[in-house]
């Protein structure tokens, strides 16, 4: 049985910080694309970043570029996603998803992803 789980999520300042992690169980990620996504109140789900290839194929979405950083720890099957610069726009559920591997122009579409989190808060506020 796959289980996806997200943690890290926080109440932090504008400008702060903030790691969350992805844990599974069930499957491997080096052989799975995994991804961040997140939703706010009122609004659709946003792609928010996704490797897959061992790392390979690195893709942001547009509102994170330059601030956010996926990455996986290979020994703890556990996937990353570093927020820097954080802006109260970042406030959200977000949420890891993962699928076996995807074609790079599937990557960012919450459809392709069968395997999902519960999801963790994100408030950026001060």
């Known amino acids: 049985q796959v289980q996806v789980e997200e943690s890290g999520g926080s109440l932090v300042q504008p400008g702060g910080s903030l790691r969350l992690s992805c844990a599974a169980s069930?499957?491997?990620?080096?052989?799975?694309?995994v991804a961040w996504f997140r939703q706010a109140p009122g609004k659709e789900r946003e792609f928010v970043a996704a490797f897959r290839d061992s790392g390979g194929n690195i893709i942001y979405g547009d509102s994170v570029k330059g601030r956010f950083t996926i990455s996986r720890d290979k020994a703890k099957n556990t996937a990353y996603l570093q927020m820097n610069s954080l802006k109260p726009e970042d406030t959200a559920v977000y949420y890891c998803?993962?699928?076996?591997?995807?074609?790079?122009?599937?990557?960012?579409?919450?459809?392709?992803?069968?395997?999902w989190g519960q999801g963790t808060q994100v408030t950026v506020s001060s």
């Open positions: 998803a993962t699928d076996k591997r995807l074609i790079v122009s599937a990557m960012t579409s919450p459809a392709m992803y069968g395997y």
């Open positions: 069930g499957l491997t990620f080096s052989s799975y694309t």
